[in-house]
């Protein structure tokens, strides 16, 4: 074995980054009423500047998404809706 095979294994991978990543699942779908994405829960000013953000500004905000999931639950029709409609 050579010298230089043995230091390169040694070296961490080239792309290792100890930064929060993006929540992105690629289901970008503004929903209309929550103005959040329905995919990754972030709102467009978020995500748009996520790339600029601090790994702070990003924890917190990836802290904060879980609980805005409960905005996407709500239904929008069914029987209550028919029936608001009747009146």
Do not use: K, Y
């Not at 009423?33 to 000013?45: E, F, K, M, Y």
């Amino acid at each position: 074995m050579m010298d230089g095979e043995d230091n390169f294994a040694a070296q961490p991978p080239v792309w290792t980054r100890d930064e929060v990543q993006s929540p992105c699942v690629q289901i970008c779908v503004v929903h209309p009423d929550a103005q959040i994405c329905t995919g990754c829960l972030r709102s467009i000013d978020e995500i748009t500047r996520w790339s600029r953000m601090t790994d702070d500004e990003r924890a917190a905000i990836m802290d904060g998404l879980p609980a805005r999931a409960v905005l996407l639950r709500q239904r929008r029709g069914g029987r209550a809706a028919r029936l608001g409609r009747a009146t």
